[in-house]
């Protein structure tokens, strides 16, 4: 039988409630966690962590109130000691390299996909699981290896990671939405390529689409960004 029978405890905060409520959705799917609450503001985090039990956070950097890793450096001085993985839309190495010592054992960039998050909690799993002394330098590798994914996150075939950055980018700037025609015309690619990083984005919860109905013809798919509380203030 297994030592560890109770789930990994997940503290979602992220101060974007849709995005809050879908990343708690998420951890639910994943067997072996269970998501005890979620946070909008570090103070929130702070005080759940006084209520109840945590072993993880799962952490928006970018809150109203505090950024991510000094919220983690504040607990850390608490006597909190829950691992974090960090879900960002910042690309900055150096904020990557401070994290390390704050106890982020993952990061995941915004936008992400249900798969994504569960690669990465699965890894985490393992990683918890590897307890005890290691028998030599070997064991300590794969216990650390499980952390690490042996590529980026797999995007759907024909998708390139570039791309999607460009196209998330013209949704993200876009207040009204664009339509396939206009992603492709301001990335440089062609509506149905445009089209197929859009339903990506609809699929992974970045995104939303709606028909637009003009006075002739059919109507017209519009594409605008699910706020991810990064960027936008309310």
């Known amino acids: 039988m297994s030592e560890r029978t109770d789930p990994i405890r997940v503290l979602v905060v992220e101060d974007d409630p849709v995005a809050a409520d879908a990343h708690v959705l998420y951890v639910g ?4 966690f269970v998501a005890v609450g979620k946070a909008h503001t570090g103070a929130e985090a702070r005080r759940a962590l006084e209520r109840t039990r945590v072993d993880l956070l799962l952490l928006d950097l970018h809150l109203p109130d ?18 974090v993985i960090a879900v ?15 106890g982020v054992v993952q990061y995941v960039l915004k936008p992400f996909t249900f798969a994504t998050l569960r690669d990465r909690l699965v890894r985490y799993a393992e990683f918890r699981a590897a307890a005890g002394e290691a028998s030599g330098q070997d064991e300590v590798d794969r216990a650390l290896a499980a952390l690490r994914a042996p590529s980026p996150a797999a995007l759907p075939k024909g998708l390139s990671g570039p791309t999607l950055e460009r196209v998330t980018g013209a949704v993200r ?13 301001a990335v440089g690619i062609s509506r149905i390529t445009a089209r197929r990083y859009l339903e990506h984005l609809v699929e992974a919860g970045r995104a939303e689409r709606k028909p637009v109905y003009g006075q002739v013809g059919r109507p017209e798919l519009v594409y605008r960004w699910v706020r991810g509380g990064v960027e936008r203030g309310r």
Do not use: K
């Open 29 to 32: 799917r994943v067997p072996g």
């Open 66 to 83: 505090v950024h991510g890793l000094q919220l983690a450096r504040s607990l850390r001085a608490a006597g909190h000691h829950a691992d």
């Open 88 to 102: 960002t839309s910042a690309r900055d190495l150096a904020v990557v390299r401070e994290g390390v010592s704050l």
């Open 173 to 185: 700037e876009a207040e009204d939405g664009l339509t396939a025609a206009g992603v492709a015309e």
